[in-house]
């Protein structure tokens, strides 16, 4: 599932890698997600998020609720949202005045399309010690080719021991995963949308085929 709704999220700000807290409403998701979650009576064997404090707060409300905080947390910048580069911090409305609706949706939608890069690479002491540098900018494509080793040599395998999953993330890193397991085309991607707190449950075969997919609806909807 996407974390609960952000600050930048209410604000229609781009955000990527840059840190924002949760929202009332965005607390209020996780809370609602765990309920809903607790009533299936699933018991994951691992929750997996990013490096981004709204995913991992997402992650931590809902294991609270569900009471199964004792289990194991992988966090990985390979979940990271999307590196929006220039675009970062920026109103979305104020761009869509400037370039126009069309090349303000190949950006945020297209699976190809590099939104502009920043002029000077960021630093940021998390990740001075996995020995990576931070994009100037990612498209879809960019985002999905880092994500998919922590789905193959880590997710994956545990899957396919019988061990539920959780993944929190975000808009763009949860596309770009879905686009792999849905084997989504790459023109038909900029149709598919994912909202904040609305969790995702899929059902695999022992091979990792799709048996189900359904969303989860929370009380009131």
């Not at 409305?93 to 890069?117: C, F, M, N, T």
Request: glycine content about 6%; aromatic content about 8%; proline content about 5%.
């Amino acid at each position: 599932m996407r974390h609960g709704q952000s600050q930048a999220n209410h604000d229609n700000i781009f955000t990527g890698w840059t840190d924002v807290p949760l929202t009332d409403k965005g607390i209020a998701q996780g809370i609602a997600v765990g309920k809903a979650l607790k009533a299936t009576g699933i018991h994951f064997s691992d929750a997996n998020t990013s490096y981004m404090s709204r995913a991992i707060v997402t992650t931590n409300i809902i294991l609270d609720e569900i009471d199964q905080l004792y289990i194991p947390v992988h966090k990985t910048w390979r979940l990271n949202e999307r590196h929006y580069g220039a675009l970062s911090g920026r109103n979305k409305a104020v761009v869509k005045e400037k370039v126009g609706a069309d090349q303000l949706h190949r950006w945020r939608r297209g699976y190809s399309e590099v939104p502009p890069k920043l002029t000077t690479r960021q630093h940021d002491r998390r990740y001075d010690r996995l020995g990576i540098k931070m994009p100037l900018s990612e498209s879809l494509a960019m985002t999905q080719k880092r994500l998919l080793p922590f789905w193959e040599d880590q997710v994956a395998p545990r899957l396919l021991d019988g061990k539920n999953q959780l993944i929190v993330a975000h808009g763009s890193s949860l596309r770009a995963l879905i686009k792999y397991l849905d084997q989504i085309p790459d023109d038909q991607i900029d149709k598919v949308e994912v909202p904040n707190g609305k969790p995702i449950w899929y059902k695999f075969d022992n091979h990792l085929r799709i048996v189900n997919k359904t969303f989860i609806t929370m009380d009131g909807e």
